[in-house]
């Protein structure tokens, strides 16, 4: 066989190899955290506001993050190159001005109808009949510390279901003297604590001020979270804190 042949085989053999490689798997978007840049749903544009981000993050499970006001969580679907979401649970704040409604309504109704993603350089998109969503990369944000960090209420979990916090902003101040601070959203919290790992023991407990019925079962919550032992796991800017049975609190840093 000539040299030339052996040349051709060889470039031949090349030009498969580089053919199988841009066939390999879909880039996995299910490992990062993603910020909406821009988006369509029949040609209309979905709102972005300034202050009101839409965000979308993955679990083993589900998918979610904030839609402009609300958070929103549900199951999805991956395979190769396709990607699709179930209707999300989504929690019931209302806010202002009215085109953060408007955006988050029109992001959502986008959202179902995803069939597949792609994967470029740190930008997500996702397409589908009449949809076009396009997100930025989100750096993950280092881990807060524990104590000397404000932690503000953001919702409450019981069980599956999931609220947003309520009334006048609720803390939660550890200090590393083991003294705590804090509010329920409508009555003020001291105490004292003990850290043992990713757990903390609460060795004083009280409240002061009063509540209005609308607020009851906040404080209340809070209140049964707080004032005994209970689990801590930092993600980020996120606390989330895990008291008996099915009974939660999720906090984000004070920027």
Known sequence: MTRWAL????LG??????????RGEAPDPTTRQWELESGA????LVPIVAGHPITLSFTDTEAGGTAACN??????????????????????????????????????????????????????????????????????APDADLTGTVWVLDSLVLGDAVSTEMGERATLELF????????????????????????????????????????????ALVMSVLSDEFGVVIEGDTLTVQGDGDEGLVYKAET
Request: net charge negative; charged share 15%.
């Open 7 to 10: 040349a051709l085989i060889g």
């Open 71 to 140: 958070g929103y969580s549900g199951p999805y679907t991956i395979s190769g190159a396709e990607l699709t979401f179930a209707p999300p649970a989504v929690t019931e704040m209302a806010c202002s001005p009215e085109q953060v409604m408007e955006s988050e309504a029109t992001y959502l109704e986008a959202l179902v109808r995803v069939s597949n993603f792609a994967v470029e350089t740190g930008v997500l998109t996702l397409t589908g009949e009449g949809v076009e969503l396009v997100f930025a990369e989100v750096p993950p």
């Open 176 to 219: 590393t003297d083991g003294s705590l601070l804090g509010s329920t959203g409508c009555r003020t919290i001291s105490g004292s604590y003990e850290l043992d790992g990713t757990s903390v023991l609460v060795t004083g407990f009280s409240a002061h001020g009063e509540c209005s019925e609308a607020l009851a079962g906040q404080d």
């Open 41 to 44: 749903l029949d040609e209309a």
């Open 13 to 22: 053999l090349a030009l498969v190899a580089c053919s199988d490689a841009g």
